[in-house]
């Protein structure tokens, strides 16, 4: 894929990582989101920002939400040494 572009907030990283893993082409992703394609080509190289209203559409059409951090994280008492 291509190399992972700066973004200025970490939802943004997480969401462009999503994609990436997702397979599916910018042209489908943003037929599917109704986000313009400039727009999404533009932000999936790092040269502008998104509204929030575009990154819940293409969201969305991941299966993406948003969870607390400590849903990530192996339970307490339940590490194996």
Do not use: C, Y
Not at 7 to 26: C, D, N, P, V, Y
């Amino acid at each position: 894929g291509m190399n992972t572009p700066i973004f200025k907030t970490r939802l943004e990283a997480q969401l462009w990582h999503a994609m990436q893993q997702s397979g599916i082409s910018m042209t489908r992703l943003a037929r599917m989101s109704g986000v313009d394609l400039p727009l999404l080509s533009n932000w999936a190289h790092g040269r502008r920002t998104l509204s929030t209203r575009a990154v819940d559409a293409i969201a969305q059409v991941l299966g993406l939400r948003l969870l607390p951090e400590t849903s990530r994280r192996p339970k307490r008492g339940k590490s194996v040494s």
